[in-house]
């Protein structure tokens, strides 16, 4: 069946309007053209909401009233947060836009997070997703938003507008049973005097109970104390906790703490050490306070006593690959699952401003050349090519920067060429800069070249990469 893609024919800032297929080009799929002369480009506004949601549910069959009425209440959420394409009164495409800061090393990036991207039934095939796509980019940026994410199950839809598949899911299944056997074990080893750190027995006693609602600030302190220094998290302040926890993504969320009740407020917020959010059997987060990863055991053994309880045959803990629970699993029996793609469903990402970006991030880098070592003054260059993907020759000059190491600070400037750069697709700067894959790596898989052997010595030590992790709690629905 013929169609045409939708095309701007008018734009003001991020309002456009998409000149609507001839009725002759496609005569069984376009409604009436009296009902529906135009197609329109717009941000959503208070009372499209109800036809929104109705969209929403006839493509994803979800969210359920409640959890989009969650998406409304979130902290900071504005209607023109959503770009919809109107055909007359009707929602022919619908792209929303959760905004969000995150942390990546020493520094935070404004990020906007490219969510329900969906187009009606009979309007598909006309560049509408495209067209959302391309005008939530140009919102985002007017917005000073740095870098844009996804969970998406269209890869391709987004790689043609330059982003690339950034980040992994990262997870361990075992048997509950086998898990809370393997802890029993540990104990036994204690007396023996084998254990790990992990498996060792706090020396305090270590109460697990139900969060209530006046320990939310212990979870917002530990929350931030352990998101320090990594990359990916998103920042949450303690409305934005109160908004999440209300949310009901996660049935359970358990506290673990060093006392017994106090009636004094700071005693109690102060021996709250760790905490757990639980989805079922799903561990979906576990953090504990630094150095006591000995607190993450009794946590965990109390989401697997429920899972038995309940006769759950299997539990879950999403985590990154260095959480010291994935090795408890391993002796278990476990399984350790990383993957790019979970059930059609891969992380993307793209830089919206890559110059601000890499500024923002200068923080980082001037650390990393201090740690390597790196005699300075030193300059990398990087430029970004488009053209050709990653297994062909690129081609095509796009952008030019320069790192410039001084001292204890790092500096970023245009232009170029410089005598010590790295090549590499528009594509693959996001995944290198944010963290989740480094130089190295894209050297080893050809994503990357270098013009000098200074060159490979200064991106290996300025992007190490594999510290790059976005948690699942912010985007499970109620």
Not at 37 to 48: H, I, S, V
Not at 149 to 154: D, P, V
Not at 203 to 219: Q, Y
């Amino acid at each position: 069946m013929a169609t045409r893609t939708a095309r701007t024919v008018a734009s003001s800032s991020s309002l456009l309007r998409l000149q609507r297929p001839s009725a002759r080009s496609a005569p069984s799929a376009l409604p009436s053209p009296i009902a529906a002369p135009r197609l329109r480009l717009a941000m959503a506004k208070t009372g499209d909401h109800p036809l929104i949601h109705g969209l929403l549910v006839s493509i994803f069959h979800g969210p359920t009233l409640a959890e989009f009425q969650a998406q409304l209440d979130e902290p900071g959420y504005e209607p023109v947060d959503r770009l919809i394409v109107k055909d007359g009164e009707e929602i022919a495409a619908h792209l929303r836009l959760a905004r969000q800061k995150i942390q990546v090393g020493s520094a935070t990036l404004t990020a906007a997070r490219f969510m329900d991207l969906a187009a009606a039934t009979e309007y598909r095939g006309r560049g509408l997703a495209t067209a959302l796509l391309a005008a939530g980019e140009r919102a985002a940026a007017e917005r000073g938003v740095l870098v844009g994410l996804t969970r998406t199950r269209a890869p391709a839809l987004f790689a043609r507008l330059g982003w690339s598949v950034c980040g992994s899911h990262v997870f361990s299944t075992a048997s509950p049973q086998a898990v809370l056997a393997e802890l029993t074990a540990a104990a036994q080893a204690e007396l023996d005097g084998q254990s790990t750190i992990f498996d060792r027995p706090s020396a305090e006693p270590i109460i697990v109970r139900p969060l209530r609602r006046i320990d939310l600030r212990a979870i917002v302190r530990l929350y931030d104390q352990h998101i320090a220094g990594k990359s990916g998290w998103p920042l949450r302040s303690e409305d934005y906790w109160e908004w999440l926890l209300a949310r009901g993504g996660c049935e359970r969320i358990y506290v673990a703490s060093n006392s017994p009740d106090t009636t004094n407020f700071d005693d109690l917020l102060a021996s709250i050490v760790g905490y757990v959010c639980v989805r079922q059997s799903r561990i979906v987060e576990l953090i504990v306070a630094p150095g006591r990863d000995d607190v993450a055991r009794h946590l965990v053994e109390r989401v697997c006593a429920d899972a038995r309880e309940q006769d759950g045959w299997l539990i879950r803990h999403d985590a990154p690959a260095t959480d010291a629970v994935h090795e408890l699993f391993r002796r278990a029996g476990g399984r350790l699952n990383i993957n790019q793609e979970a059930g059609g469903e891969l992380f993307m990402a793209k830089l919206i401003d890559p110059l601000a970006a890499l500024r923002q991030l200068s923080v980082n880098l001037a650390a990393r050349a201090m740690q390597a070592g790196f005699t300075r003054p030193a300059e990398l260059g990087i430029e970004l090519r488009c053209g050709g993907g990653r297994k062909t020759s690129a081609s095509g000059v796009v952008e030019r920067f320069r790192v410039q190491l001084c001292g204890k600070t790092a500096h970023i400037e245009t232009g170029g060429p410089s005598k010590h750069s790295i090549v590499l697709a528009y594509s693959d700067l996001a995944p290198l800069l944010l963290g989740d894959v480094g130089a190295a790596a894209m050297l080893e898989g050809r994503r990357m070249k270098c013009t000098t052997g200074k060159a490979r010595q200064l991106a290996s030590g300025l992007f190490p990469g594999g510290n790059w992790w976005r948690p699942p709690l912010d985007d499970l629905l109620a």
